[in-house]
Structures are given as structure tokens and as C-alpha cells.
């Protein structure tokens, strides 16, 4: 899946017509992106802890894919 430039962001995020078509995906990954970099400049002291990792996490992938979204992967035995 191509990923999204900064201006394709920029439109998708100002909802103007974008170069190609864009996907439900790409507008959630957008949106949250901008989610998540507000959080982080609202907090500039924040202590990147594994719970604020996985709450980032949740901002990012929520709407897309909650059953990950804010978790940790299981890792299988070897």
C-alpha cells in the first residue's frame, strides 16, 4: 500500500481533491497522525513509558484496526 506524502495529507486533511483516489485507511492514518502530533506538542515533557507508548499507539491505529490498536504483540516461542 503506497504510503501518503505530507501534502496528500495536507489535502486529505483539508479535504480538497487529492491527486489519486484514497482509501477509508488513509484518511483514518491521516486524521490520527494529526491526533497524535497534537497530543505530543500538548505534552512536550511527556516520559515515553510503555503505557504512553501504547496510548500513542491507540491514537494511531484506532478506527483502523482496533483489535491491535494501544497493544502489545504476543510473541510466539522459537
Do not use: C, W
Not at 49 to 60: A, D, P, R, S, V
Amino acid at each position: 500500500m503506497p504510503s501518503n506524502t505530507i501534502m496528500e495529507i495536507e489535502r486529505i486533511l483539508l479535504e480538497l481533491q487529492v491527486f489519486r483516489n484514497v482509501s477509508v485507511r488513509e484518511l483514518f492514518e491521516a486524521k490520527n497522525l494529526v491526533r497524535v502530533s497534537e497530543y505530543l506538542y500538548s505534552k512536550p515533557n511527556l516520559t515515553l513509558t510503555i503505557e504512553n507508548i501504547l496510548l500513542l499507539h491507540q491514537m494511531l491505529i484506532g478506527g483502523i484496526n482496533d483489535s491491535i490498536a494501544g497493544r502489545l504483540r504476543k510473541l510466539m516461542n522459537m
